[in-house]
């Protein structure tokens, strides 16, 4: 869900600021600021606040949000994979302990 949202933050962003660029749009004041951002290879304000901690350039910030994002859809398509980029998800406490609670669960059952 996080990402699905940074998503839709992020093309909302990049869609009214074509469209300012193309002249089809007013380029506000908060299009600009976004768009010197980018130009200086800053992340904006707006999509940190719905990022992921990262303190890369938005270049390579952008790169690694569709690594974390193929990384999520293989998951989808083949299923759990052998091993998981820990880093790559939003929240990774609630990953490890969602882990250790089905662990617990299944060595509780064996127990039983």
Do not use: C, H
Request: cysteine-free; overall charge neutral.
């Amino acid at each position: 869900m996080r990402y699905n949202n940074l998503m839709e933050v992020v093309l909302r962003l990049m869609k009214s600021l074509i469209d300012a660029i193309n002249g089809d749009a007013v380029m506000t004041a908060e299009l600009e600021l976004i768009l010197t951002n980018i130009y200086d290879n800053k992340t904006p304000a707006i999509i940190e606040k719905v990022s992921y901690p990262s303190l890369k350039p938005f270049a390579s910030w952008f790169n690694d949000l569709l690594e974390r994002l193929d990384f999520m859809q293989k998951w989808i398509i083949n299923g759990i994979p052998n091993s998981f980029w820990i880093s790559g998800f939003f929240f990774t406490q609630s990953f490890l302990t969602g882990i250790l609670q089905n662990y617990a669960r299944k060595v509780l059952i064996i127990f039983l």
